[in-house]
């Protein structure tokens, strides 16, 4: 990530443009896509003849000192109304984002949350923290720490301030989102944090998923939460995934992994909820382990190879869904839209070798497993 995708990101989440500038003025970024309200760009004053005047004017306004975002009056230079979003490390003023607010409309908290995202991803790209920084380590961020020393400790801390449980009470949760701008997802992320959602807090962005955790809160109500923030910054989710804690683990990062994983394969599963714990997933995770291979499916079922190779997906669909029921015909039925006679035609003139698969326990296993694992191959074009 650079500073030109926080800049694009940001303008495309507010619709206006976007200029990151050093503590001395110097622009580092800028957006290209939406043209200055007053048609006179900031960059080029900075840039410009009047740089000198500009950045002294700037530096009167104190606008590298301030510690929140100001309204900065540019008449003077025949430029409209700036708001001027500090980037701070610690003390230490690092950047400037800037944005402009004469003839837009005013912004929304949706809108100032998206510049705090932009703000601390600057920060994050400007001074990067060392690996153990304890100065720079939150209270959420360091549970999933590269440390694992600090793993361990941040833990612990949260266990003991009772904010977080030890053992299946506390889950964690990876959220997958069509593809989006780190500002709008860092946005989205930093909206449960603190007291506003104590029992679901924002971690971290780990392999295009984001990471939470909840503890002593119904599953329900986390994925109804997670959601509807999710349409309310008109961001898509494509599949949630969550993992409990194992009460021997001294740090989440194992719960993490399970978390982004059962979310990476519940996305790819063909005809099921998009929302999954790790747990519910044991024969899914069995089957992508399997190397997609032809032959390998002949040898697991030749009467699936059959189904498949034949092409007949009325045929599939029939063997598939009456094994999904256990065999029970009426639940077969109501689930194809069928009348009875009509299941028992089809079953009745299926491939022998179907048929004799369907007769026998342990084939029959076979058979629905590999049909499982046809669809998971074909979901991730592996086919």
Not at 15 to 29: E, G, Q, W
Not at 226 to 246: K, T
Request: charged share 25%; hydrophobic share 40%; net charge neutral.
């Amino acid at each position: 990530m650079t500073l030109q995708d926080v800049a694009d990101g940001l303008a495309n989440a507010l619709r206006r443009p976007v200029l990151i500038s050093d503590r001395t003025h110097r622009a580092l970024a800028t957006s290209q896509r939406y043209a200055e309200p007053d048609g006179m760009r900031l960059v080029d004053l900075l840039r410009g003849p009047a740089q000198a005047a500009t950045r002294r004017y700037l530096d009167q306004a104190g606008v590298v000192g301030s510690r929140q975002a100001v309204r900065v009056d540019l008449e003077l230079f025949g430029v409209g109304e700036r708001l001027a979003a500090p980037v701070r490390h610690g003390d230490r003023p690092v950047a400037t984002v800037w944005l402009p607010t004469t003839d837009l409309p005013a912004l929304t908290s949706l809108d100032y949350s998206s510049i705090d995202a932009a703000v601390s991803i600057t920060r994050d790209l400007l001074m990067p923290p060392g690996p153990t920084d304890d100065a720079t380590v939150s209270r959420t961020s360091g549970l999933l720490h590269e440390n694992h020393e600090i793993r361990r400790r941040t833990f612990a801390g949260a266990v003991a301030e009772g904010w977080l449980a030890r053992g299946e009470q506390t889950v964690v949760w990876a959220l997958d989102l069509e593809p989006s701008s780190p500002v709008q997802r860092l946005a989205l992320g930093r909206h449960f944090t603190g007291t506003r959602t104590p029992r679901l807090r924002f971690l971290l962005e780990r392999d295009e998923h984001l990471l939470f955790v909840s503890t002593r809160w119904p599953r329900s109500a986390v994925d109804e939460a997670l959601r509807d923030e999710a349409h309310r910054r008109s961001l898509v989710v494509r599949a949630l995934g969550s993992a409990q804690h194992d009460g021997v683990d001294d740090d989440l990062a194992a719960a993490a992994g399970q978390a982004v994983a059962a979310a990476a394969l519940v996305r790819r599963i063909p005809h099921r909820p998009g929302t999954a714990d790790i747990s519910e997933l044991g024969v899914w995770l069995m089957l992508s382990s399997v190397v997609a291979d032809r032959a390998q499916l002949a040898r697991f079922s030749p009467a699936a190879d059959v189904l498949w190779s034949s092409g007949d997906s009325l045929q599939r669909e029939t063997v598939e869904t009456y094994l999904d029921v256990r065999g029970q015909a009426k639940d077969a039925c109501q689930r194809l839209h069928v009348h009875r006679t009509t299941l028992y035609y089809r079953l009745d003139h299926l491939p022998e070798v179907v048929r004799d698969a369907l007769a026998d326990g342990m084939q029959r296993s076979a058979l629905h497993l590999c049909l499982k694992l046809i669809r998971l191959w074909e979901a991730t074009d592996r086919l």
